[in-house]
């Protein structure tokens, strides 16, 4: 079973940045599909970004359109993390952030791909 933690929310002004975390209990994890998502109050959770593995020690990277240029995902296997680097915040990515994984690797973007979750973290962007 893999457990997911992340952390690093908090309340930002518009324009602030800030860096999510999300720690992996499997050695495993370097070869999952990870993804980022988010849900905002009376909304459905929504796709932000995903890190995909292609084989090896290759990877890329795919953004929803509304983050694309203000947000970065990255891992460091070493450390079983994926970061969300967040930048150019507006109010209204305000929303918990999840963490999630999948073990099959389908590169999706749809929530129901993806086998674990973490708890997630709150992101408040004040205007």
């Known amino acids: 079973q893999v457990q997911l933690v992340e952390s690093g929310g908090g309340l930002v002004q518009a324009g602030g940045s800030l860096r999510l975390s999300c720690a992996g209990s499997e050695r495993t994890f370097s070869i999952y599909d990870m993804g980022w998502f988010r849900q905002a109050p009376g909304k459905e959770r929504e796709f932000v970004a995903g890190m995909r593995w292609t084989g090896g020690s290759r990877y890329y990277a795919d953004y929803a359109d509304s983050v694309k240029g203000r947000f970065t995902i990255s891992r460091d296997n070493a450390k079983n993390t994926v970061y969300l680097q967040m930048n150019s915040l507006k109010p209204e990515d305000t929303a918990r952030y999840y963490c999630?994984?999948?073990?099959?690797?389908?590169?999706?973007?749809?929530?129901?791909?993806?086998?674990?979750w973490g708890q997630g973290t709150q992101v408040t962007v004040s205007s």
């Open positions: 999630a994984a999948d073990p099959d690797r389908l590169h999706s973007t749809r929530e129901y791909d993806y086998d674990y």
